[in-house]
């Protein structure tokens, strides 16, 4: 990711000091045939010595003097695939400030700009292969000649990113965002990218979810600090609230784990939805309304949750989540291991219903301290104590109740102290509840 933006940043602003420059030149130059193919030559030179790809533009407009259009913008990788199209790229400039080593814009606009992003079979992302070696190596400096970039305006209007995966024995679902528009501003120097978007506003389709509407701000600063408020995401059957704080983003955050805050809120929220993003083995229903705090790495979370599900239970849980990992490369396998904890109060919680097992009807009030890893029944690796009030499991009327259970490779060996009508029950023993 960070690379990535150093890359991606490099090009775009390295594309539009060139530009610049070249207009300088005109002007120099006026329109005599003999200036016009210098130009030409001295862009062919510098593209060629930046891209390892090709880059492409079919017309150059505006007066020259202050505004610039490129029609037909396109830049593709080594392999020839297309890695941004743009119908139009309109600018706004001083050319005093090149006299200072500086672009400076008062607007940049983009319109209908389409990147598409692809992991290739050998782990490597189309964004790797659209600089010479020399210039991608070189991530920390502000586009060529060591320039600072600052854009008061900047606005992206219908814009669609698309990304593909076509590493070995890996569905290749297309992804995309589709109806794009952003504006802000941002500052891009040897310091790193300042970045401030006062409005982003985008329609993503992703598996089964249908079309997700997404609108927020952002802000990302020179120490890799990035953060979104105001977000809102909307599914044809959801609604989430969420502000979002990453550090360890961009050339700012170099060398550095990305970590994150989060508080989430969601008034209406179908965990059906979610199901494409979770191990196959696991199903989940419900309609929660919760708010979640959350922090720790993309892969590492702690989090505080309290939610009610209609005809599941409420729940206020703290706990842990470790995600599976993705493989770094083909030579290295995923860690698909799902772990995860929880400790807090349950009130009226029904496990088969939320996990689509009738067969398993719980109505549960109570104390737990949960820790797992994995999810499938067979495999799974799993540790229960409870403090329960009077509760069902199945059939089994309970009283309070006080239960360690521990489940492996399909067996759960328990000890339990429970309530039941006219006495009580103290047991151990093991039973294979799937």
């Not at 790809?53 to 695939?81: H, W, Y």
């Not at 990304?163 to 890996?170: A, E, G, S």
């Not at 089964?208 to 977000?231: E, I, K, P």
């Not at 970590?259 to 196959?280: C, G, K, Y």
Request: net charge negative; no cysteine.
């Amino acid at each position: 990711m960070k690379r990535a933006l150093a890359l991606i940043g490099k090009i775009v602003l390295g594309l539009v000091a060139l530009i610049l420059v070249l207009v300088v030149t005109v002007l120099l130059l006026s329109q005599t045939r003999w200036g016009k193919e210098k130009i030409k030559q001295f862009a062919l030179g510098k593209l060629d010595g930046m891209f390892a790809g090709k880059v492409e533009i079919d017309r150059l407009g505006g007066n020259l003097f202050g505004t610039l259009v490129l029609d037909g913008v396109r830049v593709s990788d080594d392999r020839g695939a297309l890695f941004v199209s743009i119908k139009q790229v309109a600018l706004n400039y001083d050319l005093l400030d090149l006299l200072d080593n500086a672009v400076s814009l008062d607007k940049l606009e983009l319109i209908q700009p389409n990147v598409t992003l692809i992991q290739y079979a050998d782990s490597s992302w189309s964004y790797e292969h659209l600089l010479e070696p020399s210039q991608a190596a070189d991530t920390t400096t502000g586009g060529p000649f060591n320039w600072r970039t600052l854009v008061d305006e900047a606005r992206i209007r219908d814009g669609q990113v698309t990304w593909r995966v076509l590493l070995p024995d890996t569905p290749d679902p297309v992804r995309r965002f589709t109806n794009l528009d952003l504006g802000g501003d941002f500052t891009y120097s040897k310091d790193g990218l300042e970045l401030g978007l006062d409005s982003l506003n985008t329609t993503v389709g992703w598996h089964d979810l249908g079309r997700v509407h997404l609108a927020t701000a952002l802000t990302l600063d020179t120490t890799g600090v990035l953060r979104l408020s105001g977000t809102e995401i909307r599914t044809p059957r959801s609604s989430v609230d969420l502000a979002l704080m990453l550090t360890g983003i961009g050339a700012g955050g170099q060398g550095e784990p990305i970590r994150f805050q989060t508080s989430v809120r969601a008034d209406s929220l179908t965990l059906a939805e979610i199901e494409p993003f979770l191990p196959d083995t696991l199903a989940v229903q419900g309609n929660p309304r919760f708010t979640l705090r959350a922090s720790g790495s993309l892969t590492d979370i702690a989090y505080e949750l309290h939610t009610h599900i209609p005809h599941g239970g409420r729940a206020d849980l703290t706990g842990t989540l470790g995600l599976p990992v993705a493989a770094a490369d083909a030579h290295t396998p995923a860690d698909t291991t799902l772990r995860y904890a929880a400790k807090g109060r349950v009130q009226n919680l029904n496990i088969g219903f939320l996990t689509k097992k009738p067969d398993l009807p719980t109505d549960l009030t109570g104390r737990i301290d949960l820790a797992g890893v994995g999810t499938d029944p067979n495999r799974l690796q799993l540790k229960l104590d409870a403090d329960l009030a009077p509760s069902r499991i199945v059939q089994f009327q309970l009283g309070s109740t006080t239960l360690h259970g521990e489940l492996s490779a399909g067996v759960l060996d328990f000890d339990t102290d429970a309530g039941v009508p006219g006495g009580r029950i103290r047991a151990n023993g093991w039973l294979t509840p799937f």
